[in-house]
């Protein structure tokens, strides 16, 4: 008789995560945006962006490019009749928020210009059609703008020219121009020092540049296929993250070692749908979302710092596909519901704005501290003059608890000044000049204060831009015979007469009413013969 062999016993070993229960929670009616007019433009961005007070999203325009910004607990049904911010003369290509001042925001457009707008508390009263600062140097459309992760005052653009460029927008200049691509540039990223900048190119490479001289770091050979890859930085690990496509057209993620390009930690394959995939990375959880252009999903991972280097955690779906997104950083989450992040979903087939929370199931009411680190303050460790002249900080971080209020206003934005010009065929010495001051509604300056600060650096990039580039940002002041009259002055004169020409349109079409109804009314008595 045979004896009887033990039966081996299998271990199954589950994985612990705090993360690994994460679900997708839809916002109700009355949370979202409708009767939304949302671009239909085929461009390769997200067309939304929004902060603790507003959300911003371009629309569908003709004769110019346009875009809306709303307080964020503007919800319900949006009037058609709403203000827009309408200052660009071709379509709006990408727009962002800028992290340490809710109320500013960068546009980039078809014109070849960026733009910076003031948005007031409140949202806007009227069409805003005059910028905080108008920046002037690509040459062709302009694609993507960043602003800067840890430094104030400091935007990158990337435009069809192949060049990428680093703007100080408080002196309206270009501090680097970084050249290098031979192609259409996809996408970009700032490091999360701001030391760093990592793009992805239409010829299928990835580059890392030293963002203070413009050098090259690195590159290497991206994701294979022939449409747009998207790429960004994760945690503090020396690790890249990209989205593309393979030669056989199907989607990938991989995740990379940024100090050695030539083969992926990790690749992996999704799906063989067509829309371009965008990664959203959390430095403070290090989890990162995938979602793509003409998906009606959302893929949560998680990544860990050895092999498999990441775990796939659970997908949103919904039936109606997304044109666009808009990602709430860390200050705006709801953290008595454990929210860890949060999804604005511009609809493709329906006029709405619709939010979408991640949240981490907790029994308990209390705050959970292990879901939120420490995370990037809305005060800049650096100032843009700071960052220009090579000088380097630990990351300013804050807490972010049960107590915690978002500030009400931002680090002060300052805007500089042209010289003042008596004859046009004489030129003067160049002087900075710091000009602080609340904006109004529409976004003309109020009252305040001139400080000339001494001469301001010129080289070759200055030079080209002195003039044409920064003509809204660098106000300059008119002289009359007898009388100085500063722009602030005339644009406030300006608003006043817009104002009271809107109010004289408010009553003509009211009388228009009432004329339309007493008509009706007579031709309704005479028809009864009274």
Known sequence: MAMDRPIPKVMFVIRQSKFRHVYAQCGKKDKCYENLRISKNAHDSSFCAVNPKFLAYVTESQGGGTFVVLPLNKTGRLDTDYPKISGHSRPV???????????????????????????????????????????????????????????SGILASAGYDMKVIIWNVEEGRPLTIIEGHPDTIYSMAWSRDGEMMVTTCKDKQMRIFNTRNGELITQGQCHEGAKASKVTFMSDKNRLLTTGFSKSSERQYAIWDQNNLEKPLKLEVLDSSSGVLFPFYDFDTGVFFLAGKGDGNIRFFETVPDKPYSHYISEYKSPSPQRGLGWMCKRGVDVSYCEISRFYKLHSTKPLCEPISMIVPRRSDLFQTDL??????????????????????????????????????????????????????????????????????????????????????????????????????????????????????????????????????????????QIRVLKSQMKLLERRGI
């Open 93 to 151: 290509l990408d727009i962002k928020f800028n992290p340490f001042n809710d109320n500013i925001i960068a546009s980039c457009s078809d014109d070849t210009t960026i733009k910076l707008w003031y948005i007031p508390d409140g949202g806007l009263r009227h069409t805003l059609t005059e910028p905080v600062a108008d920046l002037k140097y690509h040459q062709r459309r302009v694609a993507h703008v960043e602003w800067h992760s840890v430094a």
């Open 372 to 513: 939120y680190p420490d995370t990037l303050s809305y005060e800049p460790t650096l100032s843009a003059d700071e960052w220009s002249t090579g000088v380097s900080r630990e990351l300013k971080l804050m807490k972010i608890g049960d107590d915690y209020e978002p500030p009400s206003t931002g680090y002060e934005f300052k805007a500089v000044s042209s010289p003042p010009r008596r004859q046009s065929s004489i030129s003067c010495s160049p002087l900075r000049a710091q000009f602080s001051a609340p904006l109004m509604s529409n976004g003309v300056w109020g009252s305040g204060s001139w400080a000339s600060s001494g001469p301001v650096r010129t080289d070759s990039v200055d030079s080209a831009v002195n003039i044409s580039s920064v003509s809204s940002l660098n106000m300059r002041r008119r002289f009359t015979v007898g009388e100085i009259k500063t722009d602030e002055v005339l644009e406030a004169e300006n608003k006043q007469l817009k104002e009271l020409v809107c109010e004289k349109d408010e009553k003509i079409k009211h009388l228009t009413g």
